[in-house]
């Protein structure tokens, strides 16, 4: 008995003594719900599903009694929105000030970006598509002025903040690896102060940025299954943190991560793990079950009006590097073998022009915000 009560004296004095850590994924976007490759094309959320997605996350900070001190966010208008939406929604008292930077940013996925992932799998095959997608250390295609959204993506009023050589030296595509790195450095140089200070932080970014974070603080392996887990849109995901080790004072859970999902249970069976089979050929892993609605958080919708095709922007020449790069024979690659490829270098590209993608442009940076989010730019 004295020793269950002096254990339990221990972590009280812990809780006491812990820091709070809140990460938030956006609200479903514009290509989250066309099966797209985003990245740092700065697409908006839905209208209703991914903003009421947003505004939920402020009604379940709100709930959970957890007051935010200050909130990160990425440079990506995604993500501002949905930290927007649901700080509104908190019902704070005091408003909480905001810093932006673009090292909480999606993975760049390169030329890839706007590419429909089941098209890119299909053309590319089987191996080279889930090495560009889901192998740790697999860098996709970078990005060049060829893309259509090359002008967008490299916006200059987007990183304003940035000196002329730090806007030129952002990544054109990343590596898994690539993209934990920055996150990370972020998190260790500007948000672990505010933590080993016992401030309540929030980050309102995306998937991948999310996960890597997630995978630092639980000592996750880089290359294990942690890396294939998707995080769930618009859920606040909360660990209480020591405020000197930032090591989590929580118990790691089926999924892998010791975080608690607010709203959300966390489970293993085997009608998640067909839904993931389904998704991912690479094998089955752990999924979130929105206990609201019962959806799982892999499924995804597909697109059959991309107006960005594979062969349009990424050429044989480029396919040929990548194959005796990762070392993938030529006849794995559909793309090179089923007689659909045309386009031997980049001519046919430039034919996409501005004007014909204004459909698809007119959603990326469109939407008027209610209030403007007050950022302090980094």
Same mark, same amino acid.
């Given at each position: 008995?004295?020793?269950?009560?002096?254990?339990?004296?221990?972590?009280?004095?812990?809780?006491?003594e812990?820091?709070?850590?809140i990460?938030?994924r956006?609200?479903?976007?514009?290509?989250?719900?066309?099966?797209?490759?985003?990245?740092?094309?700065?697409?908006?959320l839905?209208?209703?599903?991914?903003?009421?997605?947003?505004?939920?996350?402020?009604?379940?900070?709100?709930?959970?009694?957890?007051?935010?001190?200050?909130?990160?966010?990425?440079?990506?208008?995604?993500?501002?929105? @949905?930290?927007?939406?649901?700080?509104?929604?908190?019902?704070?008292?005091?408003?909480?000030?905001?810093?932006?930077?673009?090292?909480?940013?999606e993975?760049?996925?390169?030329?890839?970006?706007?590419?429909?992932?089941?098209?890119?799998?299909?053309?590319?095959?089987?191996?080279?598509?889930?090495?560009?997608?889901?192998?740790?250390?697999?860098?996709?295609?970078?990005?060049?002025?060829?893309?259509?959204?090359?002008?967008?993506?490299?916006?200059?009023?987007?990183?304003?903040?940035?000196?002329d050589?730090?806007?030129?030296?952002?990544?054109?595509?990343?590596?898994?690896?690539?993209?934990?790195?920055?996150?990370?450095?972020?998190?260790d140089?500007?948000? /672990?102060?505010?933590?080993?200070?016992?401030?309540?932080?929030?980050?309102?970014?995306?998937?991948n940025?999310?996960?890597?974070?997630?995978?630092?603080?639980?000592?996750?392996?880089?290359?294990?299954?942690?890396?294939?887990?998707?995080?769930?849109?618009?859920?606040?995901?909360?660990?209480?943190?020591?405020?000197d080790?930032?090591?989590?004072?929580?118990?790691?859970?089926?999924?892998?991560?010791?975080?608690?999902?607010?709203g959300?249970?966390?489970k293993?069976?085997a009608?998640?793990?067909?839904?993931?089979?389904?998704?991912?050929?690479?094998g089955?892993?752990?999924?979130w079950?929105?206990?609201?609605?019962?959806?799982?958080?892999?499924?995804?919708?597909?697109?059959?009006?991309?107006?960005?095709?594979?062969?349009?922007?990424?050429?044989?020449?480029?396919?040929?590097?990548?194959?005796?790069?990762?070392?993938?024979?030529?006849e794995?690659?559909?793309?090179?073998t089923?007689g659909?490829?045309?386009?031997?270098?980049?001519?046919?590209?430039?034919?996409?022009?501005?004007?014909?993608?204004?459909?698809?442009? /007119?959603?990326?940076?469109?939407?008027?915000?209610?209030?403007?989010?007050?950022? @302090?730019?980094?």
């Open positions: 008995m004295t020793i269950v009560v002096s254990l339990f004296i221990k972590f009280t004095n812990s809780l006491s812990s820091s709070t850590l990460l938030l956006h609200g479903e976007s514009a290509w989250n719900r066309i099966n797209t490759f985003t990245g740092w094309a700065d697409v908006s839905t209208k209703p599903h991914g903003e009421n997605q947003a505004a939920m996350a402020g009604t379940m900070l709100l709930q959970s009694g957890l007051k935010v001190d200050i909130a990160h966010t990425s440079s990506l208008q995604r993500a501002h929105e @949905t930290l927007r939406l649901a700080l509104k929604n908190a019902n704070y008292p005091h408003q909480v000030p905001v810093q932006k930077s673009w090292k909480l940013n993975r760049n996925y390169g030329m890839l970006t706007g590419l429909h992932k089941v098209d890119v799998k299909e053309r590319l095959g089987e191996e080279m598509g889930s090495t560009f997608r889901r192998n740790c250390d697999a860098t996709p295609i970078l990005m060049n002025n060829v893309h259509p959204l090359y002008d967008h993506i490299y916006d200059r009023d987007r990183y304003a903040e940035l000196s050589s730090e806007f030129d030296r952002l990544p054109k595509g990343e590596s898994l690896a690539d993209c934990q790195e920055r996150v990370v450095a972020y998190y140089d500007v948000i /672990s102060p505010e933590l080993k200070e016992g401030k309540t932080v929030l980050i309102a970014a995306h998937n940025a999310l996960r890597a974070l997630m995978m630092h603080i639980d000592s996750c392996d880089p290359r294990g299954g942690a890396m294939k887990a998707e995080i769930p849109k618009a859920i606040p995901i909360v660990y209480k943190l020591d405020r080790s930032l090591e989590s004072l929580m118990p790691i859970k089926a999924n892998g991560f010791s975080a608690e999902f607010l959300v249970e966390i293993r069976d009608a998640s793990e067909s839904a993931a089979s389904e998704r991912d050929a690479t089955p892993s752990s999924h079950v929105d206990s609201r609605t019962g959806d799982f958080f892999t499924q995804e919708s597909l697109n059959n009006g991309l107006e960005i095709k594979l062969d349009q922007v990424i050429s044989v020449d480029e396919i040929h590097r990548e194959m005796k790069r990762m070392g993938i024979r030529e794995t690659v559909p793309y090179l089923d659909s490829n045309t386009s031997p270098s980049h001519s046919r590209a430039r034919a996409i022009s501005l004007a014909n993608f204004s459909t698809g442009l /007119s959603k990326l940076g469109s939407t008027l915000y209610e209030k403007p989010l007050k950022t @302090t730019k980094t």
